[in-house]
């Protein structure tokens, strides 16, 4: 039987790289740079229950959440990556308080793009060898090439990226990225190091039978998610639903991505704007969503329209399945207007 042939990565990206609206070669190079990052990363967090690398790193970032080693880490692996490309103007992390100008290289200055990242999310896992994942964003920046990246480079709505995508490191590691052209996953294969295509054109189901949540804050939630699960643990038609909830979002999302199923982290009565960050993490995963066939909202509005004001902004999230998000939506309204 003749062996399969799989396209790689690096094949993908220049073979759609003429899909992209501002094809130049620029993002193709950023794109790489990314995929390089994610394989030293992957490494380490392979080898962190013999290195010692796992545990608090003793230093919080702006959101006052401990700090991992690994967080550390991955965000100087992924920084270093980027810097060196002459592609990127600008990087925000969930790990550094304000965004970096990039100043590597001749071309630095005339670079289009910036990248927001979450290099490690769900990094409090480590310790404990549950999966955890890199998150990215890319714009073209709307300042001139040329002049020093500015905040408002970063502070764009979600419609206005040009790529997205995460990096799951779990039983396997793949890459999952969209350019405005549908989803497509990769798979790593460690013993050569190359990601081939394993995942080609990632969709949402239109409704499934998993719902992913922190329960365990129910007491806190608003009356309208309440009602929501209500809903899901009702013996009634294709319910009770199944509950999963892994705690690191790039896991919780993908499982439901490929078996359908919606994922929700509400505001809450400690946190009344919700706890996951708009630039680096709700609208990454919208645009995926969306892509997909799949729906974001914070209950009330599509987070890709949320017009953000500073660079850690947070958000509630309810993200999946379009009937399973589209249900939750009615119970946030009708708890509302009640």
Do not use: W
């Amino acid at each position: 039987m003749a062996e399969q042939s799989f396209q790689t990565l690096g094949e993908f990206i220049i073979d759609k790289q003429d899909d992209f609206l501002y094809s130049s070669g620029e993002l193709s190079r950023l794109l790489s740079a990314i995929r390089l990052a994610s394989k030293v990363v992957n490494r380490e967090v392979n080898k962190a229950g013999i290195a010692e690398i796992i545990g608090q790193a003793g230093n919080q970032n702006i959101q006052g959440e401990d700090q991992q080693k690994l967080d550390v880490l991955a965000n100087e692996i992924f920084i270093e990556a980027l810097s060196q490309r002459e592609v990127v103007c600008g990087i925000a992390s969930e790990e550094n308080d304000d965004f970096i100008e990039i100043k590597t290289g001749n071309n630095a200055h005339l670079s289009k793009y910036v990248v927001l990242m979450d290099p490690l999310d769900g990094s409090s896992n480590i310790d404990v060898n549950v999966s955890v994942g890199t998150i990215f964003s890319i714009y073209r920046r709307v300042s001139e090439p040329g002049q020093p990246v500015e905040l408002r480079d970063f502070l764009q709505k979600g419609v206005n990226q040009v790529a997205a995508g995460y990096v799951v490191y779990g039983s396997s590691t793949m890459i999952v990225y969209t350019t405005g052209n549908g989803v497509n996953g990769f798979t790593l294969d460690p013993s050569i190091g190359t990601y081939y295509l394993s995942h080609p054109n990632m969709t949402f189901s239109e409704t499934g039978k998993i719902y992913s949540i922190n329960e365990g804050n129910y007491i806190k939630f608003p009356q309208g998610v309440k009602d929501y699960l209500k809903y899901c643990q009702e013996e009634k038609d294709d319910r009770p639903y199944i509950a999963r909830y892994i705690g690191s979002l790039v896991s919780d999302f993908h499982r439901n991505m490929i078996k359908g199923g919606v994922y929700i982290y509400p505001s809450t009565s400690q946190s009344p704007n919700g706890k996951l960050r708009l630039l680096y993490e709700c609208n990454p995963m919208a645009f995926l969503a969306e892509q997909a066939g799949g729906k974001c909202s914070d209950g009330f509005q599509r987070v890709l329209e949320i017009e953000p004001t500073e660079l850690h902004q947070r958000v509630p999230f309810f993200c999946g399945s379009s009937k399973m998000v589209e249900k939750a939506e009615e119970f946030m309204r009708n708890a509302d207007n009640s």
